[in-house]
């Protein structure tokens, strides 16, 4: 027997915190579609278990301690709502994307986020299979340091992209989501 909604909700959020193959298959659908894709590297769009695991290793390599604690859900057999707080430590570079390209990198600043999300998950055959959010992305930026920029934070940004870490640091996340979404269940996170 499959999972209730408020399991297929708990069970994303958990496979975003641990990158687990065998959980991503037993809760994300085959057709499986992020909408917030598009500010992630490539992997992250690709359809099934694979993209959700992909924005694992994405959000997991930036910020270390990922915590998705719920704090309310909502819905129904087709859709589930679901208010949560996205917590970590920012101990590597987090890397948004545009259009598969680097976009902004910012290097890790060692610093706790704690900021509101509320998600909508599509479901259909006991499966999620839609995914889209509306996030407080401005307090996480100004916990950063980055909105509005602190002098420091906006040094170091500067300077990764004049050296060049940027772009490598973007390559890398990029390669370590592909390698994530090419994860097999049973096979464990960071094992490739």
């Given at each position: 027997m499959g999972m209730d909604t408020t399991g297929l909700a708990h069970g994303l959020f958990r496979i975003l915190e641990t990158g687990d193959p065998a959980l991503a298959a037993e809760v994300v659908g085959e057709d499986f579609h992020n909408r917030e894709a598009a500010a992630a590297p490539p992997a992250c769009s690709i359809p099934?278990?694979?993209?959700?695991?992909?924005?694992?290793?994405?959000?997991?390599?930036?910020?270390?301690?990922?915590?998705?604690?719920?704090?309310?859900?909502?819905?129904?057999?087709?859709?589930?709502w679901v208010r949560l707080r996205m917590q970590g430590r920012h101990t590597s570079p987090f890397v948004r994307f545009r259009d598969g390209a680097l976009d902004q990198a910012i290097p890790p600043t060692g610093r706790e986020i704690d900021f509101e999300q509320i998600h909508v998950l599509d479901l259909r055959d006991g499966r999620v299979v839609g995914h889209e959010a509306v996030r407080d992305d401005i307090t996480m930026l100004g916990q950063l340091g980055v909105f509005p920029?602190?002098?420091?934070?906006?040094?170091?940004?500067?300077?990764?992209?004049?050296?060049?870490r940027a772009a490598r640091a973007a390559a890398d996340i990029a390669a370590r989501a592909a390698e994530a979404a090419a994860r097999q269940p049973g096979e464990p996170a960071g094992s490739r």
């Open positions: 099934g278990p694979a993209g959700v695991l992909a924005s694992s290793a994405w959000m997991r390599s930036a910020f270390s301690e990922l915590r998705f604690p719920v704090l309310g859900i909502a819905g129904n057999d087709e859709q589930v920029p602190a002098p420091a934070t906006a040094l170091r940004m500067v300077a990764w992209k004049v050296t060049g």
